[in-house]
């Protein structure tokens, strides 16, 4: 993915509960390709808890970078590959669900995702970007967060917990995007999926 550092004055403006999710002050990036943004998003469903969830908006705000997902998946892979080949018998359950699991688990603590934000997400879109493209977000690493936002009940019996926004030692990087900001309103067409974990 390629990107071109804008100036912050182009009539975006990023309120400070968002903000609060970025680790420092978030750059203004126009965004092509070749490369891709991937979005968790959940599917309505009933979840184990017995709570009615509703369908993430694919054009949602919060992005991460294809190339992150990736990599996640291929170390997801290799790591219950690895497990596999130690216990010297195959796992219960297919390896393709079961990475599916890892990288849930994974991409929650990695992009610091309160349960409250999202209680479940089983799936993710992709945006595909082009050469020539020149989608307008802000950049920049995700901050810690607590397993739930102080404005949840479960926040004060789990507040110990954090969530680290990191991927191994280096923090991971998150893009915001606003489909409704003029420059990027045409790049919607370009979500595609839900594809499943």
Known sequence: MNKILLSKDNGWTIDSNTKSTFA???????????????????????????????SSRPDGAY?????????????????????????????????????????????????????????????????????????????????AQPAYSPKDSAYEAAKDIQLTGKWIDEPSIQYLVDFTFPANTQYTQRIHGPFLF
């Open 63 to 143: 992005w991460f970078d294809g190339d992150f997902f990736r990599r996640l998946a291929k170390e997801a892979r290799e790591e219950l590959q690895r497990q596999q080949t130690a216990n010297k018998q195959p796992f219960a359950n297919p390896l393709d669900e079961l990475v599916g699991n890892y990288l849930r688990h994974r991409l929650r603590d990695c992009l610091a995702v309160c349960y409250d934000w999202t209680l479940d997400f089983d799936a993710y879109v992709r945006l595909r970007l082009e050469p020539g493209d020149a989608l307008v977000a802000a950049e920049g690493p995700v901050a």
């Open 24 to 54: 420092g002050e978030p750059s203004f990036f126009a965004l092509s390709g070749p490369g891709s943004l991937v979005r968790l998003v959940q599917i309505g469903k009933t979840n184990y808890y017995g709570l009615q969830l509703k």
